[in-house]
């Protein structure tokens, strides 16, 4: 518990469980998804038939799945560390961390619009999700 008398998120028991643990449970569950979507989706892009197509669906769910698990893992993380840092739980460590994660989604793009614009968007998201599950 905090000052403020509220559970903090990752809390097992009364303890806090590490940022990593909470990082590799959303990578895994989030990249799962990430996976099943690549292989839903897959063959509707492919265009292709054979092994062509089996592999073209396999590539598309692996990218999925690292992408997904990616952009999970760096919110988790970077939330829970806001967290612990500032001792709240509040909207603002999902702002920050949903910017961080939009920032590294597409960190390797030469479009700084694209950069900020997927930060701005993420941040929003987030923080707008965080507000509503905290009222």
Not at 9 to 15: K, L, N, Q, W, Y
Not at 50 to 79: D, I, P
Not at 82 to 94: E, F, G, K, M
Request: net charge positive; aromatic share 10%; hydrophobic share 45%.
């Amino acid at each position: 518990m905090n000052p403020e008398g509220r559970n903090k998120e990752g809390a097992i028991g009364g303890e806090e469980a590490p940022c990593s643990s909470l990082a590799v449970d959303s990578i895994l569950r989030i990249g799962t998804a990430g996976l099943i979507w690549g292989l839903c989706f897959g063959p509707y892009g492919a265009g292709l038939t054979g092994v062509a197509r089996a592999s073209f669906v396999a590539k598309s769910a692996g990218r999925h799945g690292f992408q997904f698990g990616l952009f999970a893992g760096v919110f988790s993380y970077t939330r829970c560390g806001i967290q612990r840092y500032r001792d709240r739980n509040d909207w603002l460590n999902a702002l920050t961390a949903g910017a961080v994660a939009g920032a590294a989604a597409v960190a390797g793009s030469p479009n700084w619009k694209q950069v900020a614009a997927l930060a701005g968007l993420a941040s929003a998201v987030f923080a707008a999700v965080d507000d509503h599950r905290s009222n």
